[in-house]
């Protein structure tokens, strides 16, 4: 069950604002929706596109997710940052980077998070040291065996500030964030 809307016009602002802050930054047009997430918070993107006019796949962000992100920080900061690590999924899907579902797909999603971060961080106050927390509180221990062992703590925090480096240290005019795959890829130590 996808929704357009939150019940609250200036929260759909915002989301609405965010979504094409993030299509432009990543150079990616999926669709955006909220969904009901109850008793499994999180956010997912999918390749298949769920309309047209938005032909590179689905984002959807559950709404107790989103409740849980804003309870973390206070505020809700952290929001647009979660939602760039599911357009970060969208580049791998567009641009067939990682291919296969698992820890170096979140990580590589979580350095394209990060270079968000920083390109926000440039364009609006943002609370960096939070979005950071953030991506370390998401880590897990699970076996890196196990197909829901997404990164550790520090894995997740090393991916999200390599790709807030990466962005400050190349922020030139006309840099592309498809420029940022081959520093991520370069991170993650695959070829
Ligand atoms: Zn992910």
Request: net charge negative; aromatic share 4%; no cysteine.
């Given at each position: 069950m996808l929704f357009t809307s939150s019940g609250n016009y200036q929260l759909d602002q915002f989301l609405s604002t965010e979504a094409n802050v993030l299509r432009s930054f990543f150079s990616v047009n999926p669709s955006f929706f909220l969904y009901d997430d109850t008793g499994s918070p999180n956010a997912r993107a999918f390749p298949?596109?769920?309309?047209p006019q938005y032909p590179d796949g689905t984002v959807v962000l559950g709404k107790t997710y989103f409740n849980m992100m804003y309870n973390f920080?206070?505020?809700?900061?952290v929001v647009p940052v979660t939602m760039a690590h599911e357009y970060g999924h969208i580049v791998d899907y567009k641009y067939h980077v990682?291919?296969?579902?698992g820890m170096y797909a979140e990580l590589f999603a979580d350095f394209m998070a990060g270079a968000f971060l920083y390109y926000r961080s440039v364009l609006t106050p943002t609370d960096v040291y939070n979005n950071l927390n953030w991506f370390y509180s998401i880590g897990d221990y699970a076996?890196?065996?196990?197909?829901?062992?997404?990164?550790?703590p520090q894995q997740r925090l090393a991916a999200a500030m390599a790709g807030y480096n990466w962005l400050k240290t190349n922020?030139?005019?006309?840099?592309?964030?498809?420029?940022a795959i081959p520093a991520a890829k370069a991170f993650l130590g695959i070829p």
């Open positions: 298949v596109a769920q309309l920080a206070q505020n809700v900061t990682i291919q296969a579902n076996g890196v065996n196990d197909p829901g062992h997404h990164g550790t922020a030139y005019p006309g840099i592309n964030v498809t420029q």
